[in-house]
């Protein structure tokens, strides 16, 4: 195991240092994940129910491969999720995320998307609801290769914050070689609308029901495109988001 | 005969009093908007305030509606709702709503003012806006089922199941003729603003409250959502045991929504009140004579 990382470096920029020594021997190596060209793959990743939740992951996506991940981050001190993708000629990558926390906990979601080669897409979308003294962040990578031509690259990266004491950090990062690329990408930090509020209690919800439900709309369509019926991740996030409602 | 038809006879004879403010004056940024206004509506009637630009109009209704930022400075707000029919008028279930939900004296009088926007909902008060919020995300459907099962556990009521609430709400739809479809759409966006005062008269119909305080409901209407929204006001609050308080610079809601009473308020004040025709009057020589 290499030396516990330190907040000069970038990536551990806003990480919960003490949190991460106190479980650095044991944190496994990355996992590995490899997609065979013209395969397809799904995960749901849930938080793990320990208050540190780290979950590292390595994927590859081989030619015209497609990867779509769900992943909620929320755990009561320390979450974070590490994820460096490669994609190969014409693969698909798709990242649905939310970090949702009160109390002081620190939520992280840290990626790299490295286009290799010509015409692949990554598309990533990142949800952030922060209560009382909770720290959120999205630190995004983009690498895209001189071969990385019609590269098609894009980030959405949005956070509520509930109390005065939460932050939100969001920091996309583009590396570009060549010169035939779509890189979009776009951040805002924001809190709840005082117009809306008002609107829903003039219909009778209380004040943590009236801020739940908005909170369901600002995540509203993370979880839209799981293929199936497994709805477990939006229950546990509506959960999330009540609790950092009350 | 029924119990609850002779409640609806002795209101039709008795008209207690619904609403009664008195001497109300309110600030908004400090600034003096309401300045010792005083009204009472009785239940079982509908009362129109007309007034010019800048009278204190919309900040009444918001007033009435508890928003933050309008400040009161004196005066009083009573309410006092007719017994809500889907109340169970069982002692020990009442027993259960609280103070604010059973009122403070012999005729259930509640302090408007010292509720809470959302309690003043479930004891039974509409807030109609003049300009109807977007809430991307969330859908017309679950916004209203969990604002009416919201007033619904304030009042100790049984809360409404997802197949009741969408029977509820597709009859309330199909009164105002808007397609129930647009139920499922998120709160307001992309609604029109006919659509946006039709869907105010939907949850109206789906909240069935005792009073309604319409705010300029008939701003941005054509002559067919106007008639829509007229027929909606009539048919769901048109009832001995409610009342609704009708706020609009135009008569031409009234022709179609025939008023009790009409007042007309200038400079935060009601200057004048009359029957129907008083409105007409007001059409054809304008607020400056009408008012002096």
């Not at chain 1, 509020?197 to 943590?208: E, Q």
């Not at chain 2, 308080?245 to 008569?251: K, S």
């Not at chain 2, 059409?283 to 009408?290: N, P, T, V």
Request: net charge negative; with cysteine; hydrophobic share 40%.
């Amino acid at each position: 195991m290499t030396a516990l990382p330190t907040r000069k470096l970038e990536a551990y920029r806003y990480a919960d240092i003490d949190a991460l020594a106190s479980v650095w021997d044991e944190l496994a190596q990355p996992q590995r994940v490899e997609i065979a060209a013209q395969q397809r793959l799904q995960q749901i990743w849930l938080p793990s129910g320990h208050e540190i939740d780290i979950r590292r992951v390595e994927m590859v996506l081989e030619a015209g491969a497609a990867a779509r991940i769900f992943a909620l981050n929320n755990a009561a001190r320390y979450g974070r999720i590490e994820l460096d993708v490669t994609l190969h000629e014409g693969a698909d990558f798709a990242l649905f995320g939310a970090n949702i926390g009160g109390g002081d906990s620190t939520l992280e979601i840290v990626t790299t998307a490295r286009h290799i080669a010509p015409g692949a897409t990554s598309r990533q979308t990142i949800r952030s609801v922060l209560g009382d003294k909770a720290t959120g962040s999205f630190l995004g990578k983009i690498e895209v290769a001189r071969e990385g031509q019609q590269t098609d690259a894009e980030q959405s990266v949005k956070a509520m914050l509930l109390d005065r004491g939460a932050t939100a950090n969001a920091k996309p990062e583009l590396e570009i070689f060549a010169d035939d690329v779509k890189c979009a990408h776009g951040a805002t930090v924001g809190e709840l609308d005082k117009n809306q509020l008002y609107y829903a209690a003039a219909r009778g919800l209380d004040p943590v029901t009236a801020r739940a439900l908005l909170l369901e709309g600002f995540i509203a369509g993370l979880w839209d495109e799981i293929d199936g019926d497994d709805r477990g991740i939006a229950e546990l996030a509506r959960k999330a988001l009540r609790k950092v409602a009350a | 005969m029924p119990a609850s038809l002779m409640q609806r006879l002795k209101l039709l004879v008795e008209r207690p009093l619904m609403l009664r403010i008195e001497n109300l004056h309110a600030t908004v940024a400090d600034k003096p908007i309401l300045n010792g206004l005083t009204l009472t509506v009785p239940s079982g009637e509908i009362h129109a305030i007309m007034g010019p630009n800048g009278a204190g109009k919309s900040t009444l209704a918001y007033v009435l509606g508890g928003r933050p930022g309008y400040e009161v400075t004196e005066g009083s707000v009573t309410f006092s709702p007719t017994r809500h029919p889907r109340e169970s008028g069982d002692p020990a279930q009442t027993e259960k709503l609280g103070s604010r939900f059973r009122g403070n004296d012999e005729e259930g009088a509640l302090d408007l003012l010292a509720m809470e926007p959302h309690e003043r909902a479930a004891a039974g008060m509409f807030l109609g806006f003049q300009y109807p919020v977007e809430i991307p995300g969330v859908s017309y459907l679950q916004f209203l089922r969990e604002s009416l099962n919201s007033q619904r556990r304030s009042r100790g009521e049984a809360e409404l199941s997802g197949a009741e609430f969408i029977r509820l709400a597709k009859a309330q739809a199909a009164l105002l003729g808007m397609d129930a479809e647009m139920l499922k759409r998120p709160v307001n966006v992309g609604f029109s603003g006919g659509e946006k005062k039709r869907a105010e008269m939907v949850q109206m119909g789906i909240m069935d409250p005792r009073i309604a305080i319409l705010d300029e409901t008939d701003s941005g209407l054509d002559i067919d959502a106007l008639k829509a929204v007229g027929a909606g006001i009539n048919s769901i609050m048109r009832a001995p045991d409610k009342s609704v308080l009708l706020i609009t610079h135009y008569q031409r809601l009234l022709d179609y929504v025939v008023p009790d009473q009409v007042h007309v308020l200038s400079r935060g004040r009601i200057v004048r009140s009359g029957g129907p025709e008083l409105a007409h009057e007001l059409e054809r020589e304008g607020y400056q004579e009408a008012a002096a």
